[in-house]
C-alpha cells in the first residue's frame, strides 16, 4: 500500500485494516480487521482513552533522539500519542505486533518528521535485545497472553532497557465473570456496540454480511481477556515479581459500563512506570 494514510484519520485506517486484514490477520482471528471500526465508532476505548494521564507522562520520557519500543499495537495510536509527546524531538521507534495487519497499516503512514520508525512481526515472548532501548511502551497487551506468558514478556522488556530506560505499562483491573454475566456478555456487548456504530454514522468497511460474524468472534474472545488482577496492588505485584521497580501509577479513566446479569461492570486503567530493579 503506498504510504498515505494520516496517522489520525480514524475511518480511513479502518478501512485499510479491514482490506489488508483480509490477507494477513493469521493469528487473530480477524481482531484487526474489525478494531478500527470499532475504535472510529466509540465501541472500544483506544489509547486516546489514557491520553490525559498518557500524554504528559511521555513528555518527560522522550529527549531527543529516544530509542523507543512498542510491544503489542493495533493501530497507529500508540505510535501517534508518542510522537504527540516527543513535540518535534528526534525519535527512533520500533513497533511490533504479531498480527502483521495493524504494522503494514502503520507501514502505510505518511512519513513523520523527526521519526525514523520499524515495524516487526514479533511475539512478545521472544523478544531478545538487551539493553536496547529508552523507553517501551505497553499499552493493553498483557490481558492476551497467559499468566506465564505475562511473566516472561515483562522480563523480557525488562532486560531491553537501556540504563535509565523505562518501561510503561498501561493495564486495567478487571475480574472474571460469574457463569450469568458470562451468559449474557455477547448479546449485551453486541447490542452496544451495534448500537454506537449506527449512533456514530461510521460506515462499515465492508458487507455487513462479512462484518458480522467477525465482530460476533470479537465479542466472544472478551471474556477470555478478564484476567484475575481486580487491584492495582495485585499488577503492581505482577510487575514487581519480572524485575521491576514501579516508579509511580497514576489511575487513568474507567471503561464505559456493560450491564450484565443485573450488575454494572466496567474496567479501571492505571499507568504504571517502571524500570529495571537490577539497574537501578
Not at 19 to 42: D, I, P, Y
Not at 128 to 141: A, E, P, Q, R, T
Not at 188 to 203: E, K, T, V
Not at 231 to 239: F, S
Amino acid at each position: 500500500m503506498t504510504p498515505n494514510l494520516a496517522i489520525n484519520d480514524l475511518p480511513a485506517l479502518a478501512r485499510a485494516g479491514w482490506t489488508l486484514g483480509e490477507r494477513l490477520c493469521t493469528a487473530c482471528g480477524g481482531f484487526h480487521r474489525v478494531w478500527g471500526t470499532l475504535r472510529s465508532a466509540g465501541v472500544v476505548g483506544g489509547v486516546e482513552a489514557d491520553e490525559a494521564v498518557l500524554l504528559p507522562l511521555l513528555r518527560d520520557l522522550t529527549p531527543d533522539g529516544t530509542r523507543a519500543f512498542i510491544g503489542g499495537s493495533a493501530d497507529p495510536g500508540i505510535l501517534e500519542i508518542l510522537l504527540r509527546a516527543a513535540q518535534g524531538r528526534m525519535l527512533d521507534v520500533t513497533v511490533t505486533d504479531l498480527c502483521p495487519t495493524p504494522l503494514a497499516v502503520i507501514d502505510a503512514l505518511v512519513p513523520q518528521p523527526g521519526l525514523t520508525l520499524t515495524t516487526a512481526v514479533l511475539d512478545i515472548t521472544d523478544l531478545d535485545v538487551n539493553s536496547g532501548y529508552d523507553l517501551i511502551l505497553s499499552h493493553s497487551l498483557l490481558p492476551f497472553l497467559t499468566p506465564p506468558d505475562r511473566h516472561e514478556a515483562l522480563v523480557r522488556m525488562r532486560r531491553a532497557l537501556a540504563p535509565g530506560g523505562h518501561l510503561v505499562i498501561a493495564a486495567r483491573t478487571a475480574a472474571p465473570l460469574s457463569s450469568e454475566e458470562a451468559a449474557d456478555h455477547d448479546a449485551a456487548w453486541l447490542s452496544r456496540a451495534w448500537a454506537r456504530i449506527s449512533a456514530s454514522g461510521c460506515d462499515l468497511p465492508g458487507p455487513r454480511e462479512a462484518f458480522e460474524p467477525l465482530l460476533g468472534a470479537f465479542a466472544a474472545e472478551r471474556p477470555k481477556r478478564l484476567w484475575d488482577l481486580s487491584t492495582p496492588g495485585a499488577i503492581a505485584a505482577m510487575l514487581q515479581a519480572a524485575g521491576l521497580d514501579i516508579v509511580s501509577c497514576q489511575e487513568s479513566r474507567a471503561t464505559t459500563t456493560l450491564n450484565l446479569a443485573g450488575k454494572v461492570k466496567a474496567k479501571q486503567s492505571y499507568m504504571f512506570v517502571t524500570r529495571d530493579s537490577t539497574l537501578a
